[in-house]
Structure formats: C-alpha cells, structure tokens
C-alpha cells in the first residue's frame, strides 16, 4: 500500500543512522553504537568489530 503511495521502504538500520546522522555528534554516538552492536546482527558484530581496530595502537603514536 505504502509502495504505491512512492514509499521506498528501508531497515530500522538505516533510520537509526538517519538519526543519527553524524557519528561526530558525540552525544548520542555511544547510545546509537550500543544499540547497533546489541540488536545489529552481523551487521552489528562487524561494527563492533570495526571499533575494535579503530581503538587498536598502531604503534606508530609519538
């Protein structure tokens, strides 16, 4: 019904980063992550994942 109306439908996933918008705006980021994480599937696992390297030393800080 929605379909004929010219509603493209999308994942809960893609709203919850609509919300959010800007991973800069640092104060919803940790909420939005968590709820990504816990409820994302292999969607959230590879977030999760991803966060992981990025916190990760290189060894190459001076």
Partial sequence: MVDAAGVVPIT????????????????????????QAQHGGASGVAFTWEMQLLATPTGNEA
Avoid: I, N, P, S
């Fill in 12 to 35: 809960w996933m893609a709203v919850l980063g609509e919300w959010q918008r800007d991973w800069a705006r640092e104060k919803t980021v940790d909420g939005v992550a968590a709820v």
